[in-house]
């Protein structure tokens, strides 16, 4: 379904840039099944019966023209489920952040429609201080081609190296999507350089939790469907007292009595032992 040969080179690439940016990951004969998945999640139609956890886009409730994005389809539909918890893409994401292995946190799927509005520059791992250590690694796989036009994922060559800093301003929408990159750049001395990411159906842009990104409005007339898994490392446990944010939506898979992040939930897709989640 998915393959990838990551090279010392590769991974030097990531290291110094805080992602990385390949053309061929996913096999094309898997990206029909997938792209067909999307009207039928956001009109509710689960494959498995369950819920999405955040569901941020119905289908006759909200705008057409805004990004669309439900959260842990994987626990509601099978096909994406093969797809965010695939070992290839669990290793690589362990191997790109030095982990000894790595469980899926979360899993996104997004759809910008011909028109569809930006998303605030930010760091992934700012939104999970409810998770410890607090690190991730983003896996970001197009179903569409993507370009600039499209409103493609744009990345702050380095700023992995910035630090992180608590999550400010509006995510969805805004009208300026690069304010909180720029007010921080300003205010610490740092220079913005932008890589906009631009690859085929069934490419692939790996990112650091700490790397700055956002997107711009799809100016285009064709759609940008993407199907994303927030990684962390195998052995992340539960903030044993941290609870804003996020928290509030995923604290509830908390055992009592325990910081464990029970594999139900947050499977583990590999680790260097070769022990990974039967999902």
Request: net charge negative; aromatic share 12%; charged share 25%.
């Amino acid at each position: 379904m998915i393959k990838i040969d990551l090279t010392e080179d590769l991974k030097k690439q990531f290291q110094e840039n805080g992602y990385l940016i390949l053309e061929n990951f996913l096999e094309q004969q898997f990206i029909p099944s997938l792209t067909e998945r999307f009207p039928k999640l956001f009109s509710g139609n689960f494959e498995t019966g369950i819920e999405p956890d955040e569901w941020n886009w119905k289908q006759g409730r909200d705008p057409e023209n805004v990004t669309r994005q439900i959260c842990n389809a994987w626990k509601s539909d099978n096909s994406i489920k093969d797809l965010v918890c695939h070992e290839v893409l669990g290793k690589a994401c362990a191997e790109l952040m030095n982990w000894r292995g790595s469980r899926l946190l979360q899993d996104n799927v997004l759809w910008k429609p011909p028109g569809g509005k930006t998303l605030a520059y930010h760091q992934d791992a700012a939104y999970d201080d409810w998770i410890s250590p607090q690190t991730m690694m983003t896996c970001w796989m197009p179903l569409d081609h993507v370009s600039q036009e499209k409103g493609t994922l744009e990345y702050v060559k380095g700023s992995h190296l910035w630090g992180l800093t608590p999550p400010r301003g509006q995510f969805h929408s805004p009208d300026d999507y690069k304010k909180e990159l720029v007010n921080f750049a300003e205010q610490n001395n740092k220079q913005i350089e932008i890589q906009y990411v631009e690859v085929p159906a069934g490419g692939v842009a790996f990112h650091h939790g700490y790397t700055w990104h956002g997107s711009g409005i799809n100016t285009s007339q064709d759609n940008r469907r993407a199907v994303v898994a927030h990684c962390v490392p195998s052995d992340a446990e539960f903030h044993p007292t941290n609870i804003g944010g996020t928290a509030r939506i995923y604290k509830k898979y908390k055992k009592l009595n325990s910081n464990e992040l029970e594999e139900s939930f947050f499977p583990i897709l590999w680790t260097k032992e070769g022990y990974r989640t039967n999902v």
